[in-house]
């Protein structure tokens, strides 16, 4: 490096040989750069369709078994050697969308708070500190979850719930533990809010001033600013940042696998036990001794990447659906 | 009142009927927005509370310096070996990354290339444990390398953003005047752009890091099983790590286990919110000291 810049100052003085040779250089140095750049590019692609390719190919053995009939099948028996996946696509299903039915609302009032509520400072305190929430490690959470939350449901929140609306099966009695697809739910709650609360605050903080101000202008409180102005124009984006949260909830093994109590049956009441696909595998790979135990955890963990692809494609879709519409026309 | 013509010029000036009305709503939805951000707050105190209250009692030096039983020193001394070898993984290859997209990626291949990135980002852990459990633990045996080339995989995506980010924010003006001093592009970018953001790319590191390091589906299925006593750092058998210990604890229900388990945790909570804390306050100074 030094040499070449000395020789930089010196180019002038010297014969077309040092320029030569220096041209060369960076010819080379430029191919390089590039070079190494796009093959860093090139492996992150790469990165996505190996992960597929490996988790399709462990699944080989329990595809050809079960075929498309392990999606809808309810039993899963180590010991039998039978598997399908009906109960844990149910469960991943159940606690992702009440998480989502819990979260979403709350998550967007929050961004709603820290772009038009709060005061500039306590919007600064506040923002890094929901989003710290996502911080806390799912292994932390999930047993902060075990020893506090679910005692906690299970004493209180349970209760009152079965005691209020206990006519609906799916606030059914309470069990001894606090262990269920409810206390699951709760845990993924916490989780799906800091990232749509995130991402949603951005959002709304990007819908012009002139809009706001001229409703206000007109007369419309606040709530209608917002109802009117806000949430309208930045309505595909909220549906994206809910369905990224939905792809969070629905792959997280470790906090689920801590709080849900692994059922495997499918059961009307929120308080019994239930599992999901990605807690399953986190619960019984590593005990798995059959290969087809194993590829049957990797049919699961195959489901689990499609949805988790398409979600993320579709949300990504929305996105730019939304910026670009935006912008252009 | 609609009776009447002339307004009664005393009255008092208050909202009433409809616009009172609107004005209740209004202030209910001001009070339930700020309800719903107390509420995230309260639950993240209340966690970190619980943690630091029920983990304050198990740490003293023995606790952080010895083999188990008497402490998790192995664990600890894993989880760093672990964050080191997927940092020196990830942290080279996202900046690449980065070059790749502020340097040369057309409008089409930016959006690609993010795109991927997204979707790097947004795969589960749990699916990255599988991965590569069947790339390189399968039919043959856990290692912390295994494990770190899994949070690599997530810190990638991160690290990408982060510093594509801050080489953004590189003035133009000095690439300007290198170029206009006939620079070759590879000699600016290493001596003008990168040193300019040097700072932010190791701030969104260390944040990436701070993501990392909780990560527990994919160590366990690429590092779990190990000995609690023996403090190593070879990356190619199986280390001890605090998250799968944490886990494992969490799962047997033994009171002195859970105990032990609360240490970690806040060991773990501690770093990862000073970590990112701290990463996030510098980030923002380089931030505004490149855009000014």
């Given at each position: 490096m030094s040499a070449s810049a000395s020789a930089a100052g010196r180019a002038p003085g010297h014969g077309a040989r040092v320029s030569d040779l220096r041209k060369r250089a960076d010819t080379i140095g430029d191919r390089a750069l590039f070079g190494i750049c796009l093959l860093a590019a090139l492996t992150a692609g790469a990165i996505i369709v190996l992960v597929g390719y490996q988790i399709i190919h462990g699944a080989v053995p329990a595809i050809s078994k079960y075929g498309l009939g392990f999606v809808t099948?309810?039993?899963?028996?180590?010991?039998?050697?039978?598997?399908?996946?009906?109960?844990?696509?149910?469960?991943?299903?159940?606690?992702?969308?009440?998480?989502?039915?819990?979260?979403?609302?709350?998550?967007?009032?929050?961004?709603?708070?820290?772009?038009?509520?709060?005061?500039?400072?306590?919007?600064?305190?506040?923002?890094?500190?929901?989003?710290?929430?996502?911080?806390?490690?799912?292994?932390?959470?999930?047993?902060?979850?075990l020893l506090v939350l679910a005692p906690f449901v299970q004493a209180h929140i349970e209760p009152s719930l079965h005691g209020t609306f206990g006519?609906?099966?799916?606030?059914?009695?309470?069990?001894?533990?606090?262990?269920?697809?409810?206390?699951?739910?709760?845990?993924?709650?916490?989780?799906?809010?800091?990232?749509?609360?995130?991402?949603?605050?951005?959002?709304?903080?990007?819908?012009?001033?002139?809009?706001?101000?001229?409703?206000?202008?007109?007369?419309?409180?606040?709530?209608?600013?917002?109802?009117?102005?806000?949430?309208?124009?930045?309505?595909?984006?909220?549906?994206?940042?809910?369905?990224?949260?939905?792809?969070?909830?629905?792959?997280?093994?470790?906090?689920?696998?801590?709080?849900?109590g692994a059922g495997s049956e499918i059961q009307a009441s929120l308080f019994k036990?239930?599992?999901?696909?990605?807690?399953?595998?986190?619960?019984?790979?590593?005990?798995?001794?059959?290969?087809?135990?194993?590829?049957?955890?990797?049919?699961?963990?195959?489901?689990?990447?499609?949805?988790?692809?398409?979600?993320?494609?579709?949300a990504s879709w929305i996105g730019r659906r939304f910026s670009y519409g935006g912008a252009v026309h | 009142m609609s009776g009447q013509l002339i307004p009664d010029p005393t009255a008092p000036l208050t909202p009433s009927g409809n616009l009172r009305r609107?004005?209740?709503?209004?202030?209910?939805?001001?009070?339930?927005?700020?309800?719903?951000?107390?509420?995230?707050?309260a639950v993240l105190v209340i966690v970190i509370w619980t943690v630091v209250a029920r983990g304050a009692k198990a740490i003293d030096l023995d606790f952080?310096?010895?083999?188990?039983?008497?402490?998790?020193?192995?664990?600890?001394?894993?989880?760093?070996?672990?964050?080191?070898?997927?940092?020196?993984?990830?942290?080279?290859?996202?900046?690449?990354?980065?070059?790749?997209?502020?340097?040369?990626?057309?409008?089409?291949?930016?959006?690609?290339?993010?795109?991927?990135?997204?979707?790097?980002?947004?795969?589960?852990?749990?699916?990255?444990?599988?991965?590569?459990?069947?790339?390189?633990?399968d039919h043959k045996q856990q290692s912390a390398f295994s494990g770190a080339l899994a949070l690599a995989i997530i810190e990638l995506p991160l690290i990408a953003r982060g510093s594509q980010e801050v080489l953004q924010l590189v003035?133009?003006?000095?690439?300007?005047?290198?170029?206009?001093?006939?620079?070759?592009?590879?000699?600016?970018?290493?001596?003008?752009?990168?040193?300019?953001?040097?700072?932010?790319?190791?701030?969104?590191?260390v944040l990436a890091v701070a993501r990392a390091a909780g990560e527990t589906a994919p160590l366990i299925l690429t590092t779990s099983v190990f000995d609690p006593k023996a403090f190593s750092v070879n990356p190619f058998e199986a280390l001890p790590n605090v998250p799968t210990w944490i886990y494992k604890l969490s799962e047997e229900g033994n009171p002195e286990g859970f105990t032990e388990a609360w240490g970690m945790s806040l060991l773990l909570v501690s770093f990862i919110l000073f970590a990112s804390l701290g990463a996030r306050a510098l980030l923002a100074r380089s931030k505004r000291k490149l855009s000014s």
């Open positions: 099948s309810t039993e899963w028996q180590p010991n039998f050697g039978v598997f399908g996946a009906g109960s844990l696509l149910y469960g991943t299903a159940v606690t992702s969308g009440f998480a989502l039915l819990l979260g979403a609302p709350i998550a967007i009032a929050i961004g709603l708070f820290l772009t038009l509520l709060a005061p500039k400072g306590l919007g600064a305190v506040i923002g890094p500190l929901v989003e710290l929430l996502a911080a806390i490690p799912s292994v932390i959470l999930g047993f902060w979850g006519f609906l099966p799916i606030f059914g009695a309470p069990e001894t533990t606090g262990l269920s697809v409810f206390t699951a739910s709760l845990i993924l709650t916490i989780m799906v809010i800091p990232i749509i609360a995130s991402i949603s605050r951005d959002l709304f903080g990007s819908v012009p001033a002139e809009l706001q101000d001229g409703a206000a202008a007109l007369g419309a409180t606040r709530w209608e600013v917002v109802r009117g102005i806000v949430l309208p124009t930045t309505s595909s984006g909220a549906v994206a940042a809910c369905i990224l949260g939905l792809g969070r909830a629905l792959g997280e093994a470790i906090a689920v696998s801590q709080v849900i036990t239930g599992d999901t696909l990605a807690s399953r595998i986190a619960l019984q790979f590593p005990g798995a001794l059959t290969e087809l135990h194993k590829a049957s955890l990797f049919y699961c963990g195959v489901i689990l990447l499609v949805i988790g692809l398409a979600a993320n494609l579709l | 609107r004005r209740i709503v209004s202030r209910a939805a001001e009070v339930a927005a700020s309800a719903a951000a107390v509420a995230a707050i952080i310096f010895t083999g188990y039983p008497t402490g998790v020193g192995p664990m600890l001394l894993g989880t760093i070996v672990i964050a080191l070898v997927a940092t020196a993984m990830a942290m080279p290859l996202g900046v690449l990354i980065a070059l790749f997209l502020t340097e040369y990626a057309g409008a089409r291949g930016t959006r690609l290339l993010k795109l991927t990135l997204d979707l790097l980002n947004g795969l589960p852990s749990i699916i990255l444990g599988l991965f590569v459990f069947a790339l390189l633990v003035p133009k003006g000095l690439r300007e005047a290198s170029d206009a001093l006939g620079v070759a592009r590879w000699r600016s970018v290493l001596t003008v752009t990168l040193p300019t953001a040097i700072g932010g790319i190791v701030t969104a590191t």
